[in-house]
């Protein structure tokens, strides 16, 4: 077994893995549908979106490395880090459910990316600007895709309704986490690498009142709970992920078994 | 839980499914790898001959559908048959296998499928031309993609040396059954829908020695076993992948749960 690599704790490679790992454990969990939608042409789609996913989130585990100059590439970025040093939204971890809570899921999450990619653009760091601005038409077209998905569910049957309100009350608990702030936003604001993701929040609650106006449902009640994975600490379920993820790279290093 | 639908066994309809089955078995089995290729860059290649084979499986399933004339769409033809209407060579259905076997198996498939695909673009079914028109640039690429594989797992370690070689005296049990030909093929000659796969038996043959060549690797002896996918006669493993696809489009008919 392939031991684990530690992680510089400098806040650019943090804001970075933020970002990075969210879009590789949605990824996942999304690629859970690959050949169990029961509409190929969904199936496409949602392998297309985890395909971009991926792409995004090697992209940036590649620059994550480089800044932080300790010589590990995305792979290793990807592949060898403790459950700990994992930094994505709790809401991309939870476990795939039905095709509600993926649709409201990916709507949530692609309204987040899509804004953080805009303002990425303008980043300082011009390797950052240059994978926000292929990533930002990718986020476009998810957001898109699942919203007409929420319309569609919100709008149709009674069964399809009640679904997709379990999902939105289930999801909206997950919701706090992305505008929480901290010494990583705070350095990202100073050396202009990318936004506060707190500056997020207001334009991300008007695209989604929007979307749920469209679709008739309710927005949902605030509650007291904040999930953490942004600083690291997971539910239940990111183990079980990791170790999907990592089982091959751990016990053949290096190698492609 | 929904009944299976009856198929058609109309020789073009036949000639057809077993074009769209073999994508479609194929890209499920190369989609488990999402999320499970230790390197970032080769799951996302993977991910993506996956969704080129779904889209080409359907493509064709649909044109079955209309060539039917019963009213399936490509949808209930992809979920809704008995295991015996599926027409996949045995090939596509094994279990997937390490990433030696997913190689050499991508390799023997896309060789076959990008030779036939080269042929249907001259059917006199001007559908299925269109659809091989964009599907022969993907199975290219698709062979390119695992033929170079094959020479760097050939061309490598002992350890990658001896799993190709394991892997390519499996696969090679499988081959015969590609150019078999049956009174479908005939009717298919006839009516110009396409090439006998008989026919494609020497082209296959002279491309995958000059790829084993490459990589240094023996062609295996050939064995008297037939398997008989192509027939709907399958293997003990079809069962399984068809209650992973079918269980949803199953218990929730026509819905996306």
């Not at 980043?123 to 930002?136: H, M």
């Not at 895709?145 to 709008?155: E, F, P, T």
């Amino acid at each position: 077994m392939q031991a684990s690599i530690a992680i510089d704790p400098k806040p650019e490679v943090q804001y970075l893995l933020r970002i990075g790992d969210t879009c590789l454990i949605l990824a996942q969990r999304i690629s859970e549908w690959s050949g169990h939608a029961p509409i190929l042409e969904e199936d496409i789609a949602l392998s297309n979106t985890a395909l971009d996913l991926i792409g995004q989130a090697r992209a940036v585990l590649m620059h994550a490395g480089q800044l932080e100059g300790r010589g590990h590439d995305e792979d290793q970025l990807a592949f060898l880090r403790d459950e700990k040093d994992y930094r994505n939204l709790t809401l991309a971890e939870l476990p795939r459910g039905d095709f509600a809570f993926t649709v409201v899921r990916n709507t949530f999450c692609a309204t987040l990316l899509k804004l953080l990619w805009e303002r990425l653009h303008d980043s300082a760091d011009a390797e950052l600007a240059a994978i926000a601005g292929k990533a930002v038409k990718e986020a476009r077209y998810h957001q898109q895709h699942a919203a007409d998905w929420m319309v569609r569910l919100g709008d149709s049957t009674d069964e399809s309704r009640r679904r997709v309100e379990r999902a939105l009350a289930e999801a909206w608990l997950y919701v706090p986490e992305m505008f929480e702030s901290d010494a990583v936003d705070a350095a990202a604001k100073t050396s202009g690498l990318g936004p506060s993701w707190s500056e997020l929040e207001a334009p991300w609650r008007a695209e989604i009142q929007s979307i749920l106006q469209e679709a008739t449902l309710a927005e949902p009640k605030a509650a007291a709970f904040r999930s953490t994975g942004k600083r690291g600490l997971h539910s239940e379920h990111m183990g079980y992920i990791l170790a999907e993820m990592q089982h091959l790279q751990r016990s053949f290093p290096g190698g492609v078994w």
